[in-house]
C-alpha cells in the first residue's frame, strides 16, 4: 500500500491518496480509517471519501486509470469549495478548473513514483 497527502497550498482542505492494487488489503486499511464511524467498503476502482471531522478527503485508488482519477478529483474539490462557503458557478470556474489540474497532476506524479 502506497499513501500520499496532498497539502492544499489555497484552501484548509488536504487530501489523502491511497493506493493499493488488492481490494482485499484496501477494505482492511478502511477499518483503520472508520471515518464518521462509518466502515466503508471498497468496491470499485476509486472512491472519494470525506471526513468532516478533520477535513480531510480521501481517494481511494486500486488502479490508475485517468478517468477515475479525474472523476473522484472533480469530487474533491467540489467539496473543497462548498466546506469553504464558495459557490460553484460560472463565475468561479477557474479556480475549479485550477484545483483539478493542481490534483490531477499531483496524483499522477505520486502513481508515477509508484
Known amino acids: ?63 490508475t486509470d485517468s478517468n477515475s482519477i479525474a472523476h473522484e478529483v472533480v469530487h474533491v474539490v467540489f467539496s473543497l469549495l462548498n466546506n469553504c462557503w464558495i459557490p460553484t458557478s460560472k463565475d468561479n470556474e477557474e479556480t475549479f478548473a485550477y484545483l483539478v489540474d493542481y490534483y490531477v497532476r499531483e496524483i499522477s506524479e505520486f502513481l508515477k513514483s509508484k
Open 1 to 63: 500500500m502506497k499513501t500520499k497527502i496532498i497539502i492544499n497550498p489555497i484552501f484548509p482542505c488536504n487530501l489523502e491518496i491511497v493506493y493499493e492494487k488488492d481490494i482485499e488489503k484496501m477494505n482492511e486499511q478502511l477499518k483503520v480509517y472508520k471515518i464518521d464511524d462509518i466502515v466503508w467498503y471498497f468496491t470499485s476502482s476509486a472512491m472519494f471519501v470525506e471526513d468532516y471531522r478533520t477535513n480531510m478527503n480521501f481517494i481511494l485508488l486500486t488502479d
